[in-house]
């Protein structure tokens, strides 16, 4: 099935001997030029690309604080060697996080201290090579942005910063990642990550009336640019026809109609996906972010609400305001934005909706905390909200469920191993040996407890789960959406 070695899942997390090299030869596909610029970068590398990569960096570590806080505060303790699972999964020292920060650490040591000017031996200072560039572009890819290694360090040092500013960098001196910037591209021209139209989106939303009314009895509406509705709900594009997705769409849908609310998605920005955070680019996020805040005023919403997305709630929580504010036109009594579990929440505490939670008899669930939403940011007013909400919500519609390994939960969760922009064919190897903490936890539960499905609230890990539980001797059947479960278990008033 794959022609590298799949990790063993060992009964207990064993951290591995160090393997130099041994991912050196993974990157991901080069952007052509055309994918560049429609981004604002130069199609391929400039012909002083040295040059401009230190000054680029040096205008970074000036705009943002944090990484000019992170490249000096490391004391080498070592805590983050084994937190992250690129590492655990592949043995690759430069995947130990503080090994990842090196890679752009020694440059700034080089160009931007005393002791890298005068003594670049002494101090671990590297000069600005094409060696340095390919291992920036290599390993800066080999990283999700996941901020688990943040939880650990001492002086909550985020390797996700480095690996944005190294992307910001490359993508400035013309090398590019295909995937994540043809994504970017298709939302900023067509409005969504998968580049379909509004049509085919409204020909997806019919089909999905029509499978409702046959399944459920009642006709719920999936309206798309419907002028003063009172909700623009926004979810990742995957949510219009992958599985499981499409069926926590449905769940969203049956939520809003139960209870009498008015809602419309929006063919302009049909993309809760926000890959501008990937690349380290605030321009391209801005742009993306500004999309959600035109579609509202065109429509004349009063409040916009989040579908499941990890990286899209991130966005809109930490940023939705200063990147394409002011939001003064929406409904004061509601957060600016929403999420769609803090509506379902809300509504269920009320008693507005009723479960039959035995229409989910036939699993044993588990949760997996997705990292964006555990580690950058909140879900309802109380500390904690974004990890109780979600399991309230399972536990309201389920009668089985089981947690992992607490080590594994929380803000500790283990990424699935592809957000960050990782979620392409070619990194395969990376996306399978980096998701092997994460099976690890899913095995102890399936073996000791009959766990046979996983609820997740992100697209991106519904989709890398899907694909990698079979590496692992998992079928992809295991993955649902937190909504989908709500889907099944919701009781709908019968139209007369
Ligand atoms: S942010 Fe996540 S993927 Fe990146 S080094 Fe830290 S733990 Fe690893
Ligand atoms: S835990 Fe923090 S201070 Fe310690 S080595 Fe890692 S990044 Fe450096």
Known sequence: MADFEIPELTEKRVVPKLVPGAMSHSAPH??????????????????????????KLGELKGKYRGLQVFLDACVRCGVCTDKCHFYLGTADPKNMPVGRQELLRSVYRRYYTLAGKWFPR?????????????????????????????????????????????????????????YANEVIGKALTIGNNLGLSGRAIADTLESLEEDVEEESGVKVRFPIDEKGAEVLLVVPSADFFAEPHVDGLIGYGKVLHQAGIS????????????????????????????????AALDLGVKRIVFGECGHAWRVAYSSLNTLAGPFDFLDPRY??????????????KRGVLKFDKSQNDHMVLTFHDSCNVARASRLGDMPGGQFTIPREIIKATCNHFVEMSPDTLY???????????????????????????RMQAVKQVADNHGVTHMANMCAICKSQFTKIFPYYGFGKDMIVSVHQLVSSAIILDKQD
């Open 335 to 348: 957060p600016v934005p929403q999420h769609i579990c803090e509506v379902t929440y809300d509504l269920m």
């Open 411 to 437: 803000d500790a969760t283990f990424c699935c191993g592809a957000g960050g922009g990782l979620l392409t064919d070619e990194l395969m190897e990376v996306r399978v040996k980096g998701a092997m903490p």
């Open 30 to 55: 080069v952007a052509d030029p055309e994918l560049q610029d429609p981004l604002g970068y130069p199609g391929e590398l400039v012909d002083n690309w040295e040059q401009v990569a230190i000054d």
């Open 122 to 178: 002494l101090v671990g200072a590297r000069d600005m090579t094409q060696e340095v560039l390919d291992e920036w572009y290599n390993y800066f890819h080999q990283c999700t942005e996941c901020r688990r290694c943040s939880v650990f360090c001492p002086f909550g040092i985020d390797t996700a910063e480095f690996a944005m500013a190294g992307r910001e960098i490359l993508n400035s001196v013309g090398k590019g990642q295909k």
């Open 263 to 294: 809602w419309t998605f929006s063919s302009y920005a049909a993309e809760g996906g926000n890959f501008g955070l990937f690349i380290g680019s605030y321009n391209n996020t801005r742009e993306l972010s500004r999309r959600v805040r035109k």
